[in-house]
């Protein structure tokens, strides 16, 4: 089992930068391919980037392509998302969630990022 606890949320403002932080209980942490994804109010929870278990491949939504920057580190089971160049719209919660061949779907609780205009 994996538990994910993500931190780096805040307020920023538009222009701004972040790094989320996904921390990962468990030493199989290298199996599993990571996803961000993020919810704003009133709206569906959407993908944002993922990486793949040895952190060799990357895949971003087209509205933060050049702007988010996906990377993980197995050694210290944590997955980053560098987030710069932020705008009003990139306001959500957003969540990491691991998963592996074969095993259920693991997610964070979630941090908040506001982002003023």
């Known amino acids: 089992q994996v538990q994910l606890v993500e931190s780096g949320g805040g307020l920023v403002q538009a222009g701004g930068s972040l790094r989320l932080s996904c921390a990962a209980s468990?030493?199989?942490?290298?199996?599993?391919?990571v996803r961000w994804y993020r919810q704003a109010a009133g709206t569906e929870r959407e993908f944002v980037a993922t990486?793949?278990?040895?952190?060799?491949?990357?895949y971003y939504t087209d509205s933060v392509k050049g702007r988010f920057t996906i990377s993980r580190d197995n050694a210290k089971n944590t997955v980053y998302l560098e987030m710069n160049a932020l705008k009003h719209e990139d306001t959500a919660i957003y969540y990491c969630?691991?998963?592996?061949?074969?095993?259920?779907?693991?997610w964070g609780q979630g941090t908040r990022v506001n982002v003023s205009s």
């Open positions: 969630k691991a998963n592996a061949e074969g095993s259920p779907d693991y």
């Open positions: 990486i793949s278990k040895d952190g060799g491949v990357t």
């Open positions: 468990g030493r199989t942490f290298s199996s599993y391919v």
